[in-house]
């Protein structure tokens, strides 16, 4: 089946940091990937689409400065979380679409983002 | 854009009894109504989906039934187990074409307990 990997599982960092989470698709192509931010206890808010090259479509409230996406192959597309705070603690998860009749998007298994 | 209410927020029931999560949406021109299990930490895992052209679908203990008048789906789960506990989400992509990749709205979650 379709398995989308997503590095590192947990990171720990000094407020100020750059934080960079990869999200890949492992046996399929993935023009578009998705990144969605889940605080404790709340639901998976989507923070941007990342088309592969081209620019990311980010929603409403997400600032594309702070999250930058770079989609520059099929299978690989990365979150640099730029000068991390406290606030922007939280699971971060990403999915892709294979684009087949199984179900609309495979998610990775999410990366856990700790700023001290 | 895409607007999905998701009740109740929090659900403990008496393991062997039924459990019903019920949901709403926004946009009529929506087609693919799928739900998510997420355990503690994890990802979350499709559990069953259903389109637009059925108004019931069943999967061994699961079923999700859909009102296209009204714009709500929901989710049973008889004979509940231990296993069961977990957060459940239900979502909306505003169009889902297998052929291209489309964004996923998330419900708030519903924290199902299962009770011994």
């Known amino acids: 089946g379709a398995v989308v990997s997503q590095h590192p599982s947990w990171v720990i960092c000094k407020s100020g940091t750059s934080v960079k989470i990869e999200c890949r698709s492992l046996?399929?192509?993935?023009?578009?990937m998705f990144w969605y931010r889940q605080f404790p206890k709340q639901s998976l808010m989507l923070m941007a689409t990342s088309n592969e090259g081209s620019k990311a479509t980010y929603e409403q409230g997400v600032e594309k400065d702070k999250f930058l996406i770079n989609h520059a192959s099929l299978t690989l597309s990365t979150l640099t979380v730029t000068s991390a705070h406290p606030e922007d603690s939280s699971f971060y998860i990403c999915s892709a679409s294979p684009g087949t009749a199984d179900q609309p998007q495979h998610f990775g298994d999410g990366t856990r983002l700790s700023i001290l | 854009g895409e607007n999905v209410e998701q009740h109740p927020s929090t659900l403990s029931v008496q393991e062997g009894d039924s459990a019903v999560i019920k949901c709403t949406y926004s946009d009529s021109a929506s087609n693919y109504f799928p739900w998510y299990k997420q355990e503690l930490g994890k990802r979350p895992q499709l559990i069953i989906d259903?389109?637009?052209?059925?108004g019931e679908k069943k999967d061994q203990r699961i079923a999700v039934t859909l009102n296209k008048t009204a714009k709500h789906f929901s989710l049973h789960i008889t004979e509940t187990q231990p296993e069961d506990s977990a957060v459940y989400f239900c979502?909306?992509?505003?169009?889902?074409?297998?052929?291209?990749?489309?964004?996923?709205?998330f419900g708030s979650g519903t924290r199902l307990s299962i009770r011994p």
């Open positions: 259903i389109r637009s052209n059925v």
């Open positions: 046996d399929f192509q993935a023009t578009t």
């Open positions: 979502a909306a992509p505003p169009i889902f074409e297998y052929s291209s990749a489309s964004k996923i709205i």
